[in-house]
């Protein structure tokens, strides 16, 4: 890390980093030469190994229980963050989760607590870091393609979650311009982790439908990540950035 990469000097938090696309983004953001802060439900020993990742490679890392579902452990991982990295600049909304099912069989319980992971910990993380971000600020929420292209059945929920990332994404551009911070979406599509492995039950019906002929890989996702988080992307809010090798193309 040199102090010509991008991030030299800010601060991230990034929801579930403890594996999977959210580990990427921790690691390509401090890579870039941020301190970064991971949040983490279920792995600590995951959560673990990501801080020790960055630590080896000479960056600065904490990772902090916190699940994206109770409102009250998310706005202290905020405040955490701020006290601990000096501030927060960049916010990344990575924790999700998919408990899919035909409609009418899914569980009200389950359909709760994906709005709370996937919708009311998006807001209260965001609610709670912009009240600590000065201008140059940075959010980046994890769509998904879903949002733009249903391709399978069982997902109406989960897609119902991003669908509600989607409108709060644009209209938080509006209100957080004037304070000099941007606000954008990544939409993944298929991409290699333990929720969507490439060699799945999901991979046998969206495969075939991926324009360059592979799914993604979790550190392609941080690549666009990285670059929202970046000053090039200065001019850039309000936008949803498709990664998803052509799938909804
Ligand atoms: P994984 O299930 O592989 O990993 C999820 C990560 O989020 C883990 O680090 C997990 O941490 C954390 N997490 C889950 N629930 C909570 C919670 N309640 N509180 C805090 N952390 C939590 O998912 P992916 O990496 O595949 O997905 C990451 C994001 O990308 C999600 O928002 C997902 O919807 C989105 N996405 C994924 C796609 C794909 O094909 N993989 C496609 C489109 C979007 P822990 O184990 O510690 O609980």
Redesign the pocket.
Known sequence: MSNNSPLTGKTALV??????????IAKRLAADGAAVA???????D??GEVVAAIEAAGGRALAI??????AD??RAAVGQTVAQLGGIDILV??????INGPVEEIAFADYE?MI???VT?VFVATQEAVRNMKAGGRIIH?????ARYAAFPTASV?TL??GAVAGFNRSLARDLGPKGITVNTV??????????PKDGP?AAIVGPGMAIGR??E?EE?AAAVAFLASPDAAFITGAELMA?GGFTA
């Open positions: 929801t579930g980093g403890s594996r999977s696309i959210g580990a990427a991971i949040t983490y439900n279920g792995s600590p995951k959560a229980q916190a699940d994206a579902g109770n452990a998310v909304n990575n924790a999700g989760i998919a607590r709370a992971v996937n910990g994890i769509g998904s393609s879903m989960y979650t991003k939409l993944p599509g298929p991409t290699n982790t333990d929720m969507n999901v799914y993604g979790p996702i998803d």
